[in-house]
């Protein structure tokens, strides 16, 4: 009998830690649009904000064109149907599977989104949690790029200490 109470005590207790941690697991979803009115305004939206600025701006030249196909099925499913009619199964599944496709890949590249790892501290075997969001560490990246490459262009003289790009020719100008 103690045996059924304790297992009956876990089992609620790993049930109620389940749910409270999908609760803390909420994923916003950008694309939930039904109806045509409603799907253009997302649309136009979505689109300023992959723009430069924009909380998408990371998205890849490939996750861009995922997002404009589905965009584009989207619109012709909702396109079948006069405003205010219900939708077939059939294309209330693909409308679903489009939205989803295209917030999966906005989640993923939401410049907000908080990134955090374990790092070692220099000098010791401490590990410490750093958290940045994507955005920031996006542009920490290609601000790392732009300078190796820049540096990598220019050429010292050693006896005038002059600093010259190097694109070709004769370097200072001799």
């Not at 297992?7 to 979803?29: F, P, Q």
């Not at 030249?61 to 619109?75: C, G, L």
């Not at 496709?101 to 939401?110: F, G, Q």
């Not at 590990?127 to 540096?151: F, I, P, W």
Request: aromatic letters at 6%; a neutral charge.
């Amino acid at each position: 009998m103690y045996r059924w109470i304790v297992h009956v005590v876990l089992a609620a207790g790993l049930a109620a830690a389940a749910t409270a941690g999908a609760a803390n697991d909420k994923t916003e979803r950008v694309l939930t649009a039904e109806t045509r009115s409603a799907f253009e305004d997302q649309v136009a939206a979505i689109r300023t904000q992959l723009g430069s600025g924009g909380h998408y701006e990371f998205a890849t030249p490939a996750d861009r064109q995922v997002i404009d196909r589905r965009f584009d099925e989207i619109a012709a499913i909702l396109a079948r149907y006069e405003i205010g009619a219900p939708l077939a199964n059939d294309d209330k599944v693909a409308l679903f599977v489009a939205q989803e496709d295209v917030n999966a890949i906005l989640t993923k590249r939401d410049g907000r989104r908080l990134i955090c790892e374990s790092v070692t501290i220099s000098g010791s075997h401490r590990k410490q949690k750093e958290c940045v969001t994507l955005a920031e560490r996006e542009r920490a990246r290609r601000d790392g790029q732009q300078y190796l490459h820049e540096s990598n262009r220019k050429t010292v003289c050693l006896k005038c200490g002059e600093t010259e790009v190097w694109g070709g020719g004769t370097p200072f100008g001799r």
